[in-house]
């Protein structure tokens, strides 16, 4: 049986998850899908770096309270994340990229990304900057180097929504796509058609896991925009730049407003949107819309997201799941594990590289 050894680039929620996953499903998982996950590095802000090549023991690392964690004292182990260090020269077959997402230049994710792709590792992440502002170059990249760049979370956290269009809708036109990409905001807007205000909205989210400590992002609809980068530029062949997509968010909204749409069958959700027409271009946009009841976006409640995309031969087909959560993301990191797998499985470089390491290590 095969294995792919994993460098874990951050280890806060959803890292964390896919470690927990590796360590209390690894042996399920192997003889399921045909090849076992080891990590043997770990890098994380505040906790430091750790790495084994022989494979890093999890359990004690999952026991630890997540912000007491320190790699520092550990064999392997330093108080600095050494990132580009770890990413360029720890021999593991796939760097899992998972830190913060920063909207305006992607780093230092886009950095990660890159220095692994040029050190001839496959790379996975739930990071939307790197692949709303660098997608074209980075997959150019992985191509020359002949691996793999995946990011199904990067959109809908484990909803498979890019895969989906790529592998269920061959023979399909698709000409927009429109959806809720946000929890944090459908939730705090479900509670505004409920009378409650937008400060204790936004903290019931907060206490509730849904929204950060600074929920800018989410309210003021920049997290959506870089979805809708994603989905136009992967979905509909486009080539936008943030500047392209306008984006307004839902903080000017009233709970009056909310509640009188509500009394005339409408809900105001966060939209985004992307929409080619006949000469090749895209237009897209972020905004919140009073959608009519019949929509299929209106009825999408609670911190659940829905992508309803426009064909020619089937008219409108709506996905709907989980667009957060450690666990669901975590998932979505697996299942982009599982892709690059499929992929290289015939290719003698993927396949020999667990052999060539166990040999060098004998």
Not at 102 to 117: F, I, K, Q, T
Not at 304 to 311: I, K, S
Request: aromatic content about 4%; overall charge negative; glycine content about 10%.
């Amino acid at each position: 049986m095969g294995r792919y050894d994993l460098a874990l680039i951050g280890f806060g929620g959803v890292n964390r998850a896919l470690a927990e996953l590796i360590s209390q499903s690894g042996d399920r998982l192997a003889k399921e899908l045909g090849f076992a996950l080891r990590v043997v590095a770990i890098t994380d802000l505040r906790a430091g770096s750790l790495v084994d090549t022989d494979g890093i023991d999890l359990a004690p690392l999952l026991a630890a309270e997540p912000g007491r964690l320190s790699f520092a004292g550990l064999a392997g182990g330093s108080a600095d994340p050494r990132n580009e260090w770890v990413i360029r020269e720890v021999p593991a077959d796939i760097v899992v990229e998972a830190t913060f997402t920063n909207p305006a230049d992607g780093e230092p994710a886009l950095s990660h990304v890159r220095w692994a792709l040029e050190s001839g590792k496959h790379v996975c992440t739930t990071n939307k900057g790197p692949v709303a502002l660098a997608a074209r170059a980075l997959k150019r990249l992985a191509a020359e180097r002949g691996v793999s760049f995946e990011f199904e979370g990067s959109v809908l956290s484990g909803t498979p929504i890019l895969r989906t269009a790529e592998r269920m809708f061959g023979g399909l036109e698709i000409t927009g796509v429109q959806g809720i990409m946000n929890g944090t905001s459908n939730y705090v807007l479900g509670r505004l058609e409920e009378g409650i205000d937008l400060p204790a909205a936004i903290t019931e989210a907060q206490e509730l896991g849904y929204a950060e400590a600074d929920p800018t992002a989410d309210i003021e609809g920049h997290d959506v925009q870089l979805k809708v980068m994603i989905l136009a530029n992967e979905v509909l062949g486009a080539d936008l730049r943030r500047e392209d997509v306008f984006c307004e968010g839902i903080s000017s909204l009233t709970p009056h407003e909310v509640r009188d749409a509500a009394s005339k069958g409408l809900r105001w959700k966060l939209v985004g949107s992307a929409t080619r027409h006949e000469d090749g271009s895209v237009d897209a946009r972020v905004a919140p819309l009073a959608l009519p009841a019949h929509h299929p976006l209106a009825g999408i409640s609670g911190p659940l997201n829905a992508v309803a995309f426009h064909t020619d031969l089937l008219g409108t087909v709506t996905v709907c799941g989980p667009g957060a959560g450690r666990t669901e993301t975590a998932y979505a990191l697996l299942s982009d594990i599982i892709a690059i797998h499929q992929r290289h499985a015939d290719d003698d470089t993927t396949l020999t590289r667990t052999v060539l390491k166990e040999t060098h290590r004998v």
